[in-house]
């Protein structure tokens, strides 16, 4: 088929169907890496104990125990929420790339057919040459 002919449903495919699918994928990846370090779900647990450690109060404890507890369970609450300060600062610069790539893509993406056009008669002639 001639390559003349085929240039407009290209264009019209490129800047249309391929564009749109490309941004419905783009949101799922950024999606997935929102999910994938759960970024709400570690902001709405920021105070809690890291893996469930810590004690339990009992009654019948002297006030030293009950101290100790205390200590233990801020310690673990302390650990947990930096832990999890870790993993969303983690997920942000990941989600920050992820926006900043596909940016980068769409700008490339926009600008491909114009790339393609000067490419081909540019080779044409370093081949000829």
């Known amino acids: 088929m001639n390559l003349l002919i085929m240039f407009p449903y290209y264009i ?4 249309s169907r391929a564009f749109s699918d490309s941004v419905r994928i783009w949101k799922n990846f950024l999606l997935f890496i ?5 970024i709400k779900t570690l902001f709405l647990t920021l105070f809690s ?14 006030m030293s125990e009950v101290l100790s ?11 947990g929420a930096v832990v999890r300060l870790i993993f969303i ?4 610069i990941a989600l920050i790339i992820g926006v900043i790539l596909g940016l980068a893509f769409f700008a490339f993406w926009i600008l491909l057919p114009a790339i393609l056009v000067y490419l081909i008669p540019w080779g044409i002639v370093k081949v000829s040459s």
């Open 12 to 15: 019209v495919w490129h800047y």
């Open 34 to 38: 929102y999910n994938f370090f759960s």
């Open 49 to 62: 104990s890291w893996r469930r450690m810590g004690d339990t109060y009992s009654k019948g404890m002297g």
């Open 69 to 79: 507890t205390f200590v233990l369970n801020t310690i673990m609450r302390c650990v």
């Open 89 to 92: 600062f983690t997920g942000i």
